[in-house]
């Protein structure tokens, strides 16, 4: 479910979520990939899915989440 919102795109059905709100979904899911490693590629997707789509808000939190990961895969 947090994954969803945070790659729902506007559409008719579904209206898209406020950007707080993706926000936030990225930074439980990266938490949750601290503990949970194979969640790190996903989130990684996702994020980079979005990237130039969203608010700036958006593109400043995911790429400071987007280099943690990177920087997190690359130790492995």
């Given amino acids: 479910m947090v ?3 945070l790659i729902t795109k506007k559409n008719l059905l579904h209206p898209p979520y406020p950007p707080a709100v993706k926000v936030h979904c990225m930074e439980i899911l990266y938490r949750l990939s601290l503990k949970e490693p194979e ?3 996903e989130l ?9 789509e969203e608010t700036p808000g958006f593109k ?6 987007l280099k943690k ?7 492995i």
Wanted: net charge positive; hydrophobic share 35%.
């Fill in 69 to 75: 990961l990177t920087k997190m895969e690359s130790d």
């Fill in 3 to 5: 994954f969803t919102k």
């Fill in 60 to 65: 400043n939190r995911g790429l400071k989440i």
């Fill in 39 to 41: 969640l790190r590629k």
């Fill in 44 to 52: 990684i997707d996702c994020i980079e899915f979005r990237l130039n």
